[in-house]
């Protein structure tokens, strides 16, 4: 099971500082915390019918990391490639209010903003870690 990727397919609004912090963190995920054990999925591409994403998706575990409620990663997903393995949505995470303001620059982010890439990354390590468990089962 160590040759095991699971997807981490990121939400690319770019109207609220959700989309941004759900960017991030799923950057972090590709490069620091799960290094060698993500493969991060495009969503432009995977929505304007990229085949090695959608396959990807569907041959395995993928979780969507969306900054709003509207939940397009996730939905664009189950539409095309079947239900998600799990799901961070960003403003469940830290709320309406700091998800759905307009900062939304990574130029423009200060220190409580890198706090809240921190906090949805570990969320995102706990599904992981939880379909990851599941898996060697």
């Not at 699971?6 to 991030?24: D, Q």
């Not at 995470?93 to 307009?102: M, N, Q, T, W």
Request: glycine share 6%.
């Amino acid at each position: 099971m160590s040759d095991l990727k699971i997807g981490v397919l990121s939400c690319s609004g770019e109207e609220c500082l959700g989309g941004t912090i759900a960017r991030l963190a799923t950057r972090k995920m590709l490069e620091k915390l799960r290094k060698d054990k993500t493969v991060t999925l495009c969503l432009p591409l995977y929505l304007a019918g990229g085949e090695e994403e959608r396959s990807f998706a569907k041959d395995y575990p993928v979780i969507t990391v969306d900054g709003c409620s509207k939940c397009c990663a996730k939905r664009a997903t189950e539409k095309y490639s079947g239900k998600v393995s799990d799901t961070v949505i960003v403003s469940d995470v830290l709320g309406e209010d700091a998800a759905l303001s307009k900062i939304v620059s990574s130029k423009d982010l200060k220190k409580e903003h890198y706090q809240m890439v921190d906090k949805v990354a570990d969320e995102i390590c706990q599904k992981f870690d939880k379909i990851t468990l599941e898996i060697e089962k």
